[in-house]
Protein backbone atom coordinates (compact mmCIF):
# COMPACT_ATOMS: atom_id res chain seq x y z
CA UNK A 1 0.00 0.00 0.00
CA UNK A 2 1.30 3.65 0.37
CA UNK A 3 3.32 4.96 2.70
CA UNK A 4 4.83 8.31 3.19
CA UNK A 5 8.10 8.51 4.61
CA UNK A 6 8.99 11.51 6.87
CA UNK A 7 12.61 12.76 7.56
CA UNK A 8 14.14 13.50 10.50
CA UNK A 9 11.73 11.99 12.94
CA UNK A 10 12.74 14.35 15.22
CA UNK A 11 15.31 17.37 15.53
CA UNK A 12 16.37 20.00 18.29
CA UNK A 13 17.65 23.57 16.55
CA UNK A 14 18.93 26.76 18.20
CA UNK A 15 16.60 29.69 18.10
CA UNK A 16 16.99 31.78 14.94
CA UNK A 17 18.30 28.42 12.56
CA UNK A 18 17.08 27.36 9.65
CA UNK A 19 14.85 23.70 9.31
CA UNK A 20 14.80 21.43 6.71
CA UNK A 21 12.27 18.51 6.31
CA UNK A 22 11.37 16.14 3.79
CA UNK A 23 8.66 13.62 2.65
CA UNK A 24 8.72 10.73 0.02
CA UNK A 25 5.96 8.47 -0.93
CA UNK A 26 6.08 5.44 -2.84
CA UNK A 27 3.79 6.77 -5.47
CA UNK A 28 2.85 9.95 -6.89
CA UNK A 29 0.90 12.74 -5.91
CA UNK A 30 -1.09 15.39 -7.24
CA UNK A 31 -1.33 17.35 -3.76
CA UNK A 32 1.19 17.65 -0.97
CA UNK A 33 -0.34 19.09 2.15
CA UNK A 34 1.34 20.15 5.44
CA UNK A 35 0.22 20.39 8.69
CA UNK A 36 1.67 21.55 12.16
CA UNK A 37 0.01 20.01 15.49
CA UNK A 38 1.28 21.98 18.67
CA UNK A 39 0.82 19.48 21.89
CA UNK A 40 -2.58 18.51 22.44
CA UNK A 41 -4.24 20.32 19.48
CA UNK A 42 -5.80 19.38 16.52
CA UNK A 43 -3.35 19.96 13.27
CA UNK A 44 -3.72 22.97 11.72
CA UNK A 45 -3.22 23.29 7.81
CA UNK A 46 0.23 25.20 6.73
CA UNK A 47 0.61 24.80 2.78
CA UNK A 48 -1.32 23.18 0.10
CA UNK A 49 0.73 22.30 -3.50
CA UNK A 50 -1.25 21.30 -6.48
CA UNK A 51 2.12 21.42 -9.18
CA UNK A 52 5.15 19.79 -9.67
CA UNK A 53 8.12 22.19 -8.99
CA UNK A 54 5.38 24.61 -7.27
CA UNK A 55 7.09 26.34 -4.39
CA UNK A 56 4.76 28.02 -1.97
CA UNK A 57 5.66 30.40 0.78
CA UNK A 58 3.59 31.21 4.15
CA UNK A 59 5.54 33.56 6.63
CA UNK A 60 8.59 31.99 7.53
CA UNK A 61 7.71 28.35 5.71
CA UNK A 62 8.26 27.46 2.43
CA UNK A 63 6.97 23.79 0.83
CA UNK A 64 8.35 22.72 -2.49
CA UNK A 65 6.26 20.25 -4.43
CA UNK A 66 9.21 17.82 -5.76
CA UNK A 67 9.79 17.23 -9.60
CA UNK A 68 9.14 13.89 -9.40
CA UNK A 69 5.99 14.02 -7.39
CA UNK A 70 7.12 11.03 -5.21
CA UNK A 71 8.06 13.78 -2.90
CA UNK A 72 7.69 17.50 -1.16
CA UNK A 73 9.91 19.28 1.64
CA UNK A 74 9.34 21.98 3.72
CA UNK A 75 11.65 24.80 4.79
CA UNK A 76 11.46 27.05 8.17
CA UNK A 77 14.02 29.85 7.89
CA UNK A 78 15.05 31.82 11.31
CA UNK A 79 12.54 29.19 13.60
CA UNK A 80 11.98 30.53 17.21
CA UNK A 81 10.24 29.14 20.18
CA UNK A 82 6.66 28.93 19.03
CA UNK A 83 7.69 26.38 16.20
CA UNK A 84 7.95 23.65 18.23
CA UNK A 85 5.24 21.16 17.03
CA UNK A 86 5.25 18.00 15.08
CA UNK A 87 5.17 18.76 11.65
CA UNK A 88 3.05 15.92 8.97
CA UNK A 89 3.34 15.82 5.51
CA UNK A 90 0.16 14.31 3.47
CA UNK A 91 -1.03 13.36 -0.13
CA UNK A 92 -4.38 11.40 -1.37
CA UNK A 93 -5.44 8.62 -0.51
CA UNK A 94 -8.03 7.01 -2.96
CA UNK A 95 -10.53 8.59 -4.57
CA UNK A 96 -12.87 9.39 -1.79
CA UNK A 97 -10.42 12.96 -0.62
CA UNK A 98 -8.93 10.70 1.77
CA UNK A 99 -5.23 11.76 2.97
CA UNK A 100 -2.67 9.54 4.22
CA UNK A 101 -0.22 11.06 6.49
CA UNK A 102 3.55 10.69 7.37
CA UNK A 103 4.58 9.87 10.88
CA UNK A 104 5.77 13.71 11.41
CA UNK A 105 8.37 15.11 12.42
CA UNK A 106 8.56 16.52 15.80
CA UNK A 107 10.38 19.88 16.31
CA UNK A 108 12.02 20.98 19.75
CA UNK A 109 14.01 24.47 19.54
CA UNK A 110 16.67 25.16 21.91
CA UNK A 111 15.89 29.12 23.12
CA UNK B 1 -16.19 31.60 7.78
CA UNK B 2 -16.10 27.68 8.83
CA UNK B 3 -15.48 26.02 12.25
CA UNK B 4 -15.60 22.77 13.82
CA UNK B 5 -16.22 21.80 16.98
CA UNK B 6 -15.12 18.53 19.20
CA UNK B 7 -16.92 17.56 22.38
CA UNK B 8 -16.06 16.55 24.89
CA UNK B 9 -12.33 17.96 25.11
CA UNK B 10 -11.25 14.96 27.34
CA UNK B 11 -13.42 12.25 28.92
CA UNK B 12 -12.39 9.08 31.42
CA UNK B 13 -13.98 6.31 30.98
CA UNK B 14 -13.81 2.78 32.50
CA UNK B 15 -13.58 -0.46 30.96
CA UNK B 16 -16.86 -1.29 29.79
CA UNK B 17 -18.83 1.52 29.19
CA UNK B 18 -20.17 3.15 26.31
CA UNK B 19 -18.78 6.57 24.18
CA UNK B 20 -20.26 9.03 22.38
CA UNK B 21 -18.46 11.67 20.27
CA UNK B 22 -19.62 14.55 18.72
CA UNK B 23 -18.17 16.37 15.96
CA UNK B 24 -20.40 19.61 14.01
CA UNK B 25 -19.19 21.53 11.17
CA UNK B 26 -20.27 25.07 10.77
CA UNK B 27 -20.38 27.60 8.00
CA UNK B 28 -20.35 24.86 4.77
CA UNK B 29 -22.76 22.47 3.35
CA UNK B 30 -22.65 18.81 2.42
CA UNK B 31 -18.97 18.28 3.80
CA UNK B 32 -16.81 15.48 4.08
CA UNK B 33 -15.86 14.35 7.17
CA UNK B 34 -13.62 12.26 9.24
CA UNK B 35 -12.42 10.64 12.45
CA UNK B 36 -9.29 10.42 13.13
CA UNK B 37 -7.47 8.36 15.90
CA UNK B 38 -3.77 9.06 17.58
CA UNK B 39 -1.83 7.42 19.77
CA UNK B 40 1.29 9.02 21.42
CA UNK B 41 1.30 12.05 19.62
CA UNK B 42 2.10 10.32 16.52
CA UNK B 43 0.65 9.44 13.39
CA UNK B 44 -2.98 9.64 12.18
CA UNK B 45 -5.04 6.59 12.14
CA UNK B 46 -8.44 6.83 9.41
CA UNK B 47 -11.24 5.37 11.31
CA UNK B 48 -14.49 6.46 9.44
CA UNK B 49 -14.73 8.82 6.59
CA UNK B 50 -18.48 9.96 5.48
CA UNK B 51 -19.23 11.80 2.41
CA UNK B 52 -22.90 12.49 2.79
CA UNK B 53 -25.86 11.86 5.43
CA UNK B 54 -26.23 8.45 6.57
CA UNK B 55 -23.26 7.50 4.67
CA UNK B 56 -20.03 5.59 6.80
CA UNK B 57 -17.32 4.21 5.46
CA UNK B 58 -14.85 2.24 8.01
CA UNK B 59 -11.01 2.00 7.46
CA UNK B 60 -10.08 -0.31 10.35
CA UNK B 61 -12.27 -2.61 11.68
CA UNK B 62 -12.29 -2.33 15.45
CA UNK B 63 -14.81 -1.77 18.44
CA UNK B 64 -16.30 1.25 17.39
CA UNK B 65 -18.62 2.81 15.04
CA UNK B 66 -19.52 6.39 13.76
CA UNK B 67 -23.05 7.44 12.96
CA UNK B 68 -23.54 11.00 10.28
CA UNK B 69 -27.41 11.77 11.41
CA UNK B 70 -27.22 15.29 10.27
CA UNK B 71 -25.20 17.18 7.11
CA UNK B 72 -22.90 18.66 9.57
CA UNK B 73 -22.97 16.25 12.65
CA UNK B 74 -20.39 13.43 13.01
CA UNK B 75 -20.45 11.26 15.54
CA UNK B 76 -18.35 7.96 17.02
CA UNK B 77 -19.69 4.95 19.36
CA UNK B 78 -18.80 2.42 21.29
CA UNK B 79 -20.90 0.17 23.51
CA UNK B 80 -18.12 -1.05 25.52
CA UNK B 81 -15.21 0.39 25.54
CA UNK B 82 -11.48 -1.02 25.82
CA UNK B 83 -8.29 -0.12 27.00
CA UNK B 84 -7.23 0.03 23.92
CA UNK B 85 -9.33 2.62 22.87
CA UNK B 86 -7.16 5.13 24.50
CA UNK B 87 -5.94 7.81 22.61
CA UNK B 88 -6.87 11.34 20.81
CA UNK B 89 -9.22 11.47 18.56
CA UNK B 90 -9.76 14.05 15.45
CA UNK B 91 -12.24 14.91 13.64
CA UNK B 92 -11.60 16.76 10.36
CA UNK B 93 -14.34 18.21 7.50
CA UNK B 94 -13.17 18.85 3.65
CA UNK B 95 -14.98 20.28 0.69
CA UNK B 96 -15.63 17.06 -0.99
CA UNK B 97 -13.89 17.76 -4.14
CA UNK B 98 -10.67 19.18 -2.57
CA UNK B 99 -7.93 17.64 -0.61
CA UNK B 100 -7.21 19.94 1.92
CA UNK B 101 -8.98 18.56 5.63
CA UNK B 102 -9.65 20.80 8.72
CA UNK B 103 -9.19 19.24 11.96
CA UNK B 104 -10.87 20.30 15.30
CA UNK B 105 -9.41 20.21 18.66
CA UNK B 106 -9.50 16.92 19.44
CA UNK B 107 -10.80 15.04 22.53
CA UNK B 108 -8.51 13.15 24.60
CA UNK B 109 -10.08 9.72 25.86
CA UNK B 110 -8.84 7.87 28.32
CA UNK B 111 -10.26 4.34 29.12
CA UNK B 112 -9.21 3.13 33.08
Known amino acids: GQQLNQSPQSMFIQEGEDVSMNCTSS?????WLWYKQDPGEGPVLLIA?????ELTSNGRLTAQFGITRKDSFLNISASIPSDVGIYFC???????????FGKGTKLSVKP | SQTIHQWPATLVQPVGSPLSLECTVE??????LYWYRQAAGRGLQLLFY??????ISSEVPQNLSASRPQDRQFILSSKKLLLSDSGFYLC???????????FGPGTRLTVT
Open chain 2, 50 to 55: SVGIGQ
Open chain 1, 49 to 53: LYKAG
Open chain 1, 27 to 31: SIFNT
Open chain 2, 27 to 32: GTSNPN
Open chain 1, 90 to 100: AGPSGSQGNLI
Open chain 2, 92 to 102: AWSAGRYYEQY
